[in-house]
């Protein structure tokens, strides 16, 4: 069973960064397209930023130029880098992998941001 390991989240003021990491326990982490969604509290759950298997980013029009999405294959890690945050970023970050036949879902990470 494929497991996705969320780390890297916690509390930050407003314009400090973090980043977030993804662990992928698959072999074939290279095929998955990889995303970050995130979940408010009474909100759905939003796409953040998502990135092919090679490497082409899309990004939420929310954090264009703030976030950057990367994934290292050898490592099976794809990585948030969050700047710039802001109170309105506050979430739970989820981790998903993606291919034709499967969707898979991290434990989800909370980020925090004061004002």
């Known amino acids: 069973q494929v497991q996705l390991v969320e780390s890297g989240g916690g509390l930050v003021q407003a314009g400090g960064s973090l980043r977030l990491t993804c662990a992928c326990s698959s072999r074939l982490f290279s095929l998955y397209v990889m995303a970050w969604y995130r979940q408010a509290p009474g909100n759905q759950r939003e796409l953040v930023a998502s990135i092919t298997s090679g490497g082409d980013p899309n990004y939420a029009d929310s954090v264009k130029g703030r976030f950057t999405i990367s994934r290292d294959n050898p490592k099976n890690t794809v990585y948030l880098q969050m700047n710039s945050l802001k109170p309105e970023d506050t979430a739970v970050y989820y981790c998903?992998?993606?291919?034709?036949?499967?969707?898979?879902w991290g434990q989800g990470a909370q980020v925090t941001v004061t004002s």
């Open positions: 998903n992998a993606k291919n034709l036949v499967q969707n898979i």
